[in-house]
């Protein structure tokens, strides 16, 4: 079965996480990946957990992805990815701007050649004004894009979750330009156009884009959303409750209908009915007597009743799960969300990339693999010979596998 997007070409040009990221998303989905790491490999090889010698992470991030190391400080592997890219589709990188200008790698430098490349640009601030040059790892930028300050309790420093959130959604929104740009390039195609663009993606931006009705609150009401703990305001009941079992359980029961049924479901019909309880505006009013009714029944009962009677009476509801947990949980599996790769000959899960296409599924062909495993695959389909490849590698412009 095809993959939707077999038979175009990516060079990767990033590291660590937000173009590596897309990379791996376009792989999954059948692109042709071939990703340009620098003597040594891709940092994030060694990074969190690893095992013989190689991070586990990097057996999710890294694979369907052909890897070629080139030293692109020196001229001779610039020229080697400048033939890579005049037959590319599409290049990811996240340098710092300026960098592969520098290097003569920058899109109008590749126009001449390839005038229907799709240029993904990954960075911090985004190619062009007065931040473009800062350095802009995600934590930051996940700061000054206004999403860590509504994150955590009022007064208390603003939490940040336990994973590069700035990143992964960075490199999805570097997926969603690619796509559309593609669309866009077969259009000026068929009109004998040129179709190459591109693709600006900053981390804060990505990150901004994430904040709802923030931006028109305060403009039209002057209102600056604040921290909230485990709720969101001005939407209630929606929370988080410790069940006698000392397992935490989260109920959406903001719905009119949705609230009528929960505070049957929990006892308290007469609350299901009282006028003042009627709609979200009414509710956020007494936000705290609601949490009240729903902490104490929340803890008089485990968690698995507490779902079995929420999900009686079709009230929204749900456990906090942890890695072991969705691991065990037969949903996650009906709905196949672990594949399992093999790495020495031991078996190991990593995660589906969503979403789920019924016609043309994207899937996992081979894990994260060594770096330059495949240098002379990719060198050879430039017309190097073997003496080339050889002479290219003794003076380390190269690296083998």
Not at 196 to 207: F, H, K
Request: net charge negative; with cysteine.
């Amino acid at each position: 079965m095809n993959k939707p997007l077999q038979g175009l070409r990516v060079i990767e040009l990033g590291q660590l996480l937000a173009g590596p990221f897309a990379g791996c998303m376009l792989g999954y989905f059948g692109a042709e990946v071939i990703k340009v790491e620098p003597p040594g490999g891709d940092p994030i090889r060694n990074w969190r957990q690893v095992k013989d010698g190689t991070s586990l992470w990097w057996r999710s991030l890294g694979r369907n992805k052909k890897c070629i190391s080139l030293d692109l400080k020196t001229e001779k592997g610039r020229d080697l990815v400048r033939e890579l890219l005049k037959s590319a589709d599409i290049v990811v990188e996240n340098f710092r701007p300026g960098v592969l200008e520098g290097w003569g790698l920058d899109p109008e430098s590749l126009r001449k050649d390839n005038p229907n490349l799709i240029y993904a640009r990954i960075s911090g601030y985004g190619q062009t004004g007065p931040y473009s040059k800062k350095p802009g790892f995600a934590s930051a930028c996940e700061a000054i894009s206004g999403f860590r300050y509504v994150n955590g309790y009022p007064g208390e420093a603003p939490v940040r979750p336990n994973l590069s959130i700035g990143d992964t959604v960075s490199g999805l929104h570097a997926v969603i330009g690619v796509l559309m740009a593609l669309r866009s390039r077969d259009e000026a195609v068929k009109d004998n156009k040129e179709g190459g663009q591109v693709v600006d993606v900053a981390l804060y931006e990505s990150m901004f884009n994430l904040l709802e009705a923030v931006v028109p609150e305060y403009d039209g009401a002057g209102v600056i959303r604040e921290p909230s703990g485990t709720t969101v305001t001005g939407i209630v009941p929606t929370n988080t409750y410790k069940c006698a079992d000392d397992k935490f359980l989260v109920i959406g029961g903001n719905g009119d209908s949705i609230f009528a049924r929960l505070m049957v479901a929990v006892g308290r019909e007469d609350m299901s009915t009282d006028r003042k309880y009627t709609s979200n505006a009414d509710r956020v009013i007494h936000e705290a007597d609601i949490d009240l009714v729903l902490a104490n029944w929340c803890a008089a009962h485990s968690l698995a009743d507490a779902m079995a009677i929420l999900d009686e009476h079709r009230v929204p509801s749900g456990p906090v799960y942890n890695v072991a947990d969705m691991m065990e949980d037969a949903h996650f599996k009906y709905r196949e969300l672990f594949e399992a790769v093999e790495i020495n000959g031991e078996s190991l899960k990593i995660p589906a990339l969503l979403p789920k296409l019924q016609g043309t599924p994207g899937g996992t062909e081979w894990p994260g693999p060594a770096v330059g495993s495949h240098t002379d695959e990719v060198l050879q389909s430039l017309g190097l010979d073997a003496d080339h490849i050889a002479e290219l590698k003794s003076t380390g412009i190269v690296a083998d596998s």
